[in-house]
């Protein structure tokens, strides 16, 4: 069965940073593509990035040069770390794996002004 495990969210200032993890279990990490979501109060869930077996990388055009995704698979683990961070920014953040649709149970980022 796969989980997916969220952590690293909180409350930062404007401009702050703040890195979150996604460890995955019951998968053979490495051959699946992993992407984060996210979702404000009364918001569609939103893509915000993903990153490839071959670690190919996307992103949504308003998190461009301000989030990094990144894996490690030998920690079956995928980061996403946000720079720059703004009000807006402020969602319930999830990972989400491909292959499986499994969804994890998502961590809370709040960004004060």
């Known amino acids: 069965q796969v989980q997916l495990v969220e952590s690293g969210g909180g409350l930062v200032q404007a401009g702050g940073s703040l890195r979150l993890s996604c460890a995955a279990s019951?998968?053979?990490?490495?051959?699946?593509?992993i992407g984060w979501y996210r979702q404000a109060p009364g918001k569609q869930r939103e893509f915000i990035a993903a990153?490839?077996?071959?670690?190919?990388?996307n992103y949504a055009d308003s998190v461009k040069g301000r989030f990094t995704i990144s894996r490690d698979n030998a920690k079956n683990t995928v980061y996403l770390q946000m720079n720059s961070l703004k009000p807006e920014d402020s969602a319930v953040y999830y990972c989400?794996?491909?292959?499986?649709?499994?969804w994890g149970q998502g961590t809370q980022v709040t960004v004060s002004s």
């Open positions: 019951g998968i053979t990490f490495s051959i699946y593509a």
């Open positions: 989400h794996d491909y292959r499986t649709t499994t």
């Open positions: 990153i490839s077996t071959g670690e190919t990388t």
